[in-house]
């Protein structure tokens, strides 16, 4: 168990010391990422049927395209979040005089992802919950969608249950950076307060946007 994945969630620095023996790959990361996205193309369907069912009778043939749109967007979301964290870190990183290539911050990012493959399974039940229990009226002027489309952006920002998801999405997102500070510690050479810095800058400006969304502020 000594680079298994209840390695990376229970005792991170041990883990990524580890591999740092090894020569980096990226396909165990890729992987997480995949089964991220896969996790995203469910609620992506369900908000797809919510969208579908405000649509007129006339424009329901387009429903298969907004179905397969969104699960690709969703799909193809997941390397994308790998991506970008990786890169951040990496330019966050150069601040405070990083060492170490790009391709070992990527890998070490992408077991960092590993707790939102969790979080993004009891995220996608709870918006099962919320949009299961939604009634879509029939709809037949883009005054009455636009009206109904306001009232689904206060329902998944404000009601108590999308709030419960988004405090537990942040939890996940806490642990994620907790386990990207050993990584960005080892991949990038640095020492801890400023590995600390390089993953809390950005988490922390995310999470704050996150409560400000909860709060209803934005």
């Known amino acids: 168990m000594e680079t298994g994945f209840l390695r990376v969630l229970l005792n ?3 883990f990524f010391e580890a591999r740092m023996q090894d020569e980096p790959s990226l396909k165990i990361p890729a992987l ?3 089964v991220i996205g896969l996790i995203g193309v469910v609620s992506a369907v369900l908000m797809a049927n919510i969208t579908i069912a405000m649509l007129p009778d006339e424009m329901q043939g387009l429903g298969v395209l907004i179905t397969i749109f969104s699960a690709a967007i969703a799909f193809i979301g997941g390397l994308l979040v790998w991506v970008i964290y990786g890169f951040v870190f990496y330019l966050v990183s150069m601040v405070f005089k990083g060492s ?3 391709k070992r911050t990527l890998e070490f990012t992408g077991y960092g992802l590993l707790p939102q493959v969790f979080g993004g399974i009891i995220g996608t039940f709870f918006t099962y919950q919320l949009l299961s229990g939604l009634t879509v009226p029939p709809m037949t002027s883009p005054e009455q969608i636009a009206e109904f489309s306001e009232s689904l952006v206060s329902i998944l920002t404000t009601d108590p249950l999308a ?3 988004g405090l537990v ?3 996940f997102m806490i642990w994620s950076a ?5 990584g960005m510690k080892y991949a990038r050479n640095l020492s801890t307060r400023d590995a600390v810095l ?3 800058i950005p988490i922390g400006l995310y999470i704050l946007y996150t409560l400000i969304t909860l709060a209803g502020w934005l």
């Open 163 to 165: 709030q419960i998801a």
């Open 169 to 171: 999405s942040i939890l």
């Open 100 to 102: 170490g290539d790009l």
């Open 32 to 34: 997480i990422a995949l």
């Open 178 to 182: 907790n386990i990207w500070v050993f």
């Open 12 to 14: 991170p620095g041990r």
């Open 198 to 200: 390089t993953v809390g």
